[in-house]
């Protein structure tokens, strides 16, 4: 097979999680011996894009990229495919037509969906080379991030680390976004409740940075516990639990569907307490972050490449 030249839209530069989720497809696949990839972002007052590549690969979103007519994607030359970050649990359409791209890059390794145009991919980590902290914590350190959207489980956290310990440091970071909360009234309010409701002993630090992913897996790597409590019910699966996973720290997630992906490995809370999940699931954590690497994505990616271009002739 020829090496082929491939083009990845992503959509346009914002503090934004589907964003930031684009760019880390694209680095987990951009380096192959089996294609080129160029690297573009589409805005809706520029939908010009060049008609001389073999496949073109779209971070397509309904919420930021719901202006674009999908079916005028069928004009360009070669392979048109999309990632597909909101899936509800085996059903990967829901936001995307399954008739406008010739394959769908499912980022949900839980899927088990089966359909000839539809390819699971795991959760595209970052190919951290950056240092992790090796320091102690003299006390513990509880850990948790998130743009300020319903359902994050801030306070869900502070509760849980009440239960469990008589002294404890919380660690929050509500990034302001782009699209979310712009007025940043969501923001202070979580982190007034989380505040209100810890007892003596529990201190609640909240941060407002939006870090870059290398700083944010080096936060996470201080961390004693990376902690998410989600209560949320909507589609798709979380992005935060991307960089705590490649910080190796241990990790602790609650039962929510948006945590799919991780309660295959890991026992969610409460039936796996905080203590319990500090002592037993930095192993699991390191096993979840070889199973879905970079180079194990890009393979994917390769494998689905050549299967389409044999079945196409």
Known sequence: MK????LFINTEKAICSIHESG????NCIKDSSVYTLDYT???KDNLTLPASYDFYLFNYHFSTTGWLDTKSIRKLPGLKGTIILEVSPNDPFIYCSPFDFDFYCVLDPSMTFKHKKVFI???PLDDYKGKLSTKGNDIPVIGSFGFATKGKGFEHVVEAVNKEFEKALIRINIPHGTYTDPSHDFARELAQ????IAKKGIDVLITHEFMSKDELIFWCSENTL???LYDRNMPGLAATTDQAITSERPLSISDNSTFRHITTYLQPYPKQSLKDSILKSAPIVKRMKEDWSTASFRHLFENLLKKIIIETG
């Open 41 to 43: 972002e589409l805005k």
């Open 226 to 228: 990376n902690c998410f």
């Open 3 to 6: 090496k082929l030249n491939g």
């Open 121 to 123: 991919f795991p959760r």
């Open 23 to 26: 760019l880390m497809v694209f």
């Open 193 to 196: 409740k989380c505040k209100s």
